[in-house]
């Protein structure tokens, strides 16, 4: 777009820009029509006292008076940005921005003036607001939290159970896609009448909230653990005292839509559970294992629902009888554990060989080079 003046104008302009807020600036927003552009915009009479600039003229120089204002002025559209500038002689200069679209600001610099000329610039911008949609795996980093639980029958304890506890959900997207939530068990809470020893089984039953979230419902796990009598009619005498074992998984949340928003089965309870022979052990003893153990979960209603859940740091002791909130017993570890106990003394020995074969290939390499020499002599 060109613009004319028919005024020769010599000036020289000196800005200061002030350092009052932008949100000190008149906003009106002007909605007409369909275009949301508007001829009949009424400018105040007076304007803010805050200045965004300040103009002082100095030689100002104005010949022939005849100079008729030209106004250029596009066709508006809604996604187009309008600056109007008017420019006076006084030392004053006043912004205001008047908003006559939803997204397409129009951006208005006016003082009074005692010889008014008029340019109007089109100004094509941008929206900067762009929205990027992204798919990606609904997965939460679990804050990780040693749980420790107890049950006590009477006045002593008879279940004894510490874990690092983490749940990775699987589902199905409404778009048919596979992800996963994982997260921790956190601060969790025994369900008392649920919850019970006897001597044939122990179940543990709690509560808890996904990462500690303020969700709608809560979500429950159950540990069965269950005893094994001695085998004594088949005389087997590795089997001399009752064993015990964890069984039986069960876990069941609700499909929250603020955890789940793009499930394709959302605001109702899903049940998972699962076996499992973890360890068997004898009874009177406690079960440890630092390293991570894996349990798989599936759904009664559809092969869809599944979950994993992870145990680290396990240890525990189930009919027991005991005074103290403590584990008593031989410990029996796992076999990740004793695998990994077993790498050292390993290591060790394997160093040990390679130094002594070392040792006696250099010995036998120097005694054949003595041999020779004596030999030649």
């Not at 200045?51 to 100002?60: D, G, K, P, R």
């Not at 808890?208 to 085998?231: A, E, H, S, T």
């Not at 145990?311 to 004793?338: H, R, T, Y």
């Amino acid at each position: 777009m060109s613009i004319t003046y028919h005024a020769n104008v010599t000036y020289s302009l000196d800005y200061t820009v002030s350092s009052q807020p932008f949100h000190d600036l008149e906003i009106q927003e002007e909605e007409e029509g369909e275009t949301g552009y508007s001829d009949d915009t009424t400018y105040p009479d007076t304007y803010p006292s805050h200045e965004i600039a300040s103009t002082n003229v100095s030689s100002l120089t104005e010949s022939p008076t005849n100079h008729t204002p030209i106004t250029d002025q596009p066709t508006p559209t809604s996604g187009s940005v309008t600056t109007t500038v008017y420019q006076t002689t006084e030392d004053s200069l006043t912004t205001t921005i008047y908003s006559t679209t939803e997204d397409s600001p129009t951006i208005t610099v006016h003082p009074t003036t005692e010889d008014n000329f008029t340019t109007t610039v089109p100004l094509s911008t941008t929206d900067s607001s762009q929205t990027s949609i992204m798919t990606t795996t609904t997965t939460v980093v679990p804050n990780i939290s040693v749980q420790k639980f107890s049950l006590k029958s009477g006045s002593s304890y008879c279940f004894l159970f510490q874990s690092d506890i983490i749940f990775q959900i699987f589902y199905y997207t409404k778009d048919k896609q596979i992800k996963s939530y994982k997260f921790s068990a956190s601060n969790a809470t025994v369900i008392d009448n649920e919850s019970i020893c006897t001597e044939q089984y122990t179940k543990l039953s709690f509560t808890f909230m996904p990462n500690g979230q303020n969700i709608k419902y809560d979500w429950k796990c159950v540990l069965l653990f269950n005893r094994i009598p001695p085998n004594n009619a088949l005389n087997d005498m590795s089997n001399i005292s009752s064993v015990y074992s964890l069984n039986n998984i069960a876990f069941t949340y609700y499909s929250d839509t603020n955890i789940f928003p793009d499930s394709m089965v959302s605001d109702k309870y899903i049940d998972l559970s699962g076996n499992t022979t973890m360890f068997k052990i004898p009874v009177g003893s406690y079960y440890s294992c630092i390293s991570e153990q894996e349990v798989s979960l599936a759904g009664t209603e559809s092969f869809r629902d599944r979950c994993k859940v992870y145990f680290k740091s396990l240890k525990v002791e189930a009919f027991m009888n005991s005074s103290k909130e403590v584990f008593v017993g031989n410990q029996i570890l796992c076999d990740l554990d004793e695998n990994a106990n077993n790498i050292v003394p390993i290591a060790v020995g394997i160093t040990l060989i390679i130094c002594i074969v070392i040792a006696v290939t250099v010995f036998i390499v120097f005694n054949r080079r003595n041999r020779r020499r004596y030999a030649t002599l």
